[in-house]
């Protein structure tokens, strides 16, 4: 089935494609999923990549369900610190499934 995604949903998939810190070799080597579903982006921080883009919350969470609905892709859960003197908790995370890293390397 050919997936296809509006402007603003291909943006979010890329802000949720993207993998801080990673080192020359493996920048160079294209796009890395996360290593296991605990970890990914929060929704805080999609919203916080996708401020120069000046999107609504309203269109990010259509994104995410869109993309979660063509398995682009998952949920997961990531450990947030609450800060200081507090618990840490769970935070709903998105990550990119292999299929979402075909999608972007096949564009």
Request: net charge positive.
């Amino acid at each position: 089935m050919e997936v296809s995604l509006n402007t603003n949903t291909f943006k979010v998939l890329k802000a949720i494609s993207v993998v801080p810190n990673l080192t020359e070799e493996e920048k160079a080597s294209g796009i890395k999923r996360l290593s296991s579903y605990t970890e990914g982006v929060t929704k805080a921080i999609i919203a916080n990549r996708m401020k120069k883009l000046n999107l609504s919350t309203s269109t990010i969470n259509r994104s995410i369900k869109v993309l979660c609905e063509n398995e682009l892709i998952a949920e997961g859960l990531k450990i947030t610190d609450c800060g200081a003197g507090r618990k840490r908790g769970y935070s709903k995370s998105y990550y990119i499934t292999d299929k979402g890293i075909d999608f972007l390397n096949n564009l």
